[in-house]
T-cell receptor, first 111, second 115 residues
Framework: DVKVTQSSRYLVKRTGEKVFLECVQD?????MFWYRQDPGLGLRLIYF???????EKGDIPEGYSVSREKKERFSLILESASTNQTSMYLC??????????FGSGTRLTVV | KNQVEQSPQSLIILEGKNCTLQ??????????LRWYKQDTGRGPVSLTI?????NTKSNGRYTATLDADTKQSSLHITASQLSDSASYIC??????????????FGTGTQLKVEL
């Protein structure tokens, strides 16, 4: 089974801090994604990547950046965390748009 | 605009009973439709995935149906168990070029199974 691992389950950060959310997958998938999930809004795509060093903006990229230096690792960066970025963050990976696998999620609270 | 609407928003049933969750979508061009189960505080886990030519797919006590003409899908849960309590999310994939299909997520149906 594909495993997608997110480094933290729960995270509390202060407003203005730089925050790194890490995601690692172990099945050599080309595609990796970062979503955030908020009550009543479902999952919304922040950024995705189809290859190493390649990234594309999703639906809500403002306030976020990403890094993909290695195929198995996709990092989400909050340059200056704000309270409206308090959310559940989910990483996913897939091959050829099929068989998405999600990580367990990181619940980030910005105070 | 591509949309996925799920109903009901929440549902409470007694253990052992059956239930059906609905998903209507307007995503085009359609690639596939997936149902995910998401336990509280966890990531979504795939239950079924159906392409245009498939109209039913089962995974244990979960059976999904797809009517591509009316753009409707349902997830039927048979003989519910307490562990079925979760959010069920319908996700529709849009065919796109350049790899990596675009997904549109429903907001989910929150199911609670009680004794």
């Amino acid at each position: 089974d594909v495993k997608v691992t997110q480094s933290s389950r729960y995270l509390v950060k202060r407003t203005g801090e730089k925050v790194f959310l890490e995601c690692v997958q172990d099945m050599d998938h080309e595609n990796m994604f970062w979503y955030r999930q908020d009550p009543g809004l479902g999952l919304r795509l922040i950024y995705f990547s189809y290859d190493v060093k390649m990234k594309e903006k999703g639906d809500i990229p403002e306030g976020y950046s990403v890094s993909r230096e290695k195929k198995e690792r996709f990092s989400l960066i909050l340059e200056s965390a704000s309270t409206n970025q308090t959310s559940m963050y989910l990483c996913a990976s897939s091959v050829a748009g099929y068989g998405y696998t999600f990580g367990s999620g990181t619940r980030l609270t910005v105070v | 605009k591509n949309q996925v609407e799920q109903s009901p928003q929440s549902l409470i049933i007694l253990e052992g009973k059956n239930c059906t969750l609905q998903c209507n979508y307007t995503v085009s061009p359609f690639s596939n439709l997936r149902w995910y189960k998401q336990d509280t505080g966890r990531g979504p886990v795939s239950l079924t995935i159906m392409t245009f030519s498939e109209n039913t797919k089962s995974n244990g006590r979960y059976t999904a149906t797809l009517d591509a003409d009316t753009k409707q899908s349902s997830l039927h849960i048979t003989a519910s168990q307490l562990s079925d309590s979760a959010s069920y999310i319908c996700v529709v994939s849009e065919t796109s070029t350049g790899g990596g299909n675009k997904l549109t997520f429903g907001t989910g149906t929150q199911l609670k199974v009680e004794l």
